[in-house]
C-alpha cells in the first residue's frame, strides 16, 4: 500500500509536471520569444513552491521515525540548498 505523504509528494511533482508541459505548449503556441520568457518566469516562481512543498511533506511524513537532531539536519540541508540556489 503507498503511504499518503508519498501519494501526495508524487501528487505535486505529477502537477509540476504537467505545469511544465503546458507551458512549453504555451511558448510553441505564441511562438514569440517575449512571451515564451514571461512564461518561463511563471515558472520560475512555481519551482520553489513545488520544492518547499514536497520537501514539507517529506519531513513531515519522517518526523515520527526520526530524532529532532536529525529534522535539524535536513532542515539545515535544505536551507543551505537555498542559500546555494540564491547566491
Same mark, same amino acid.
Given at each position: 500500500?503507498? =503511504?499518503?505523504?508519498?501519494?501526495?509528494?508524487?501528487?505535486?511533482?505529477?502537477?509540476?509536471?504537467?505545469?511544465?508541459?503546458?507551458?512549453?505548449?504555451?511558448?510553441?503556441?505564441?511562438?514569440?520569444? =517575449?512571451?515564451?520568457?514571461?512564461?518561463?518566469?511563471?515558472?520560475?516562481?512555481?519551482?520553489?513552491?513545488?520544492?518547499?512543498?514536497?520537501?514539507?511533506?517529506?519531513i513531515?511524513?519522517?518526523?515520527?521515525?526520526?530524532?529532532?537532531a536529525?529534522?535539524?539536519?535536513?532542515?539545515?540541508g535544505?536551507v543551505?540548498?537555498?542559500?546555494?540556489?540564491?547566491?
Amino acid at each position: 500500500m503507498i =503511504e499518503k505523504v508519498v501519494l501526495a509528494m508524487a501528487a505535486i511533482r505529477i502537477l509540476s509536471g504537467t505545469l511544465e508541459i503546458t507551458a512549453a505548449l504555451f511558448m510553441l503556441h505564441f511562438n514569440t520569444v =517575449e512571451r515564451a520568457l514571461v512564461i518561463n518566469s511563471l515558472l520560475s516562481i512555481i519551482g520553489p513552491i513545488i520544492f518547499f512543498s514536497t520537501m514539507t511533506l517529506g519531513i513531515y511524513g519522517l518526523s515520527t521515525k526520526l530524532s529532532f537532531a536529525s529534522l535539524i539536519w535536513i532542515m539545515l540541508g535544505v536551507v543551505c540548498i537555498v542559500y546555494g540556489i540564491k547566491r
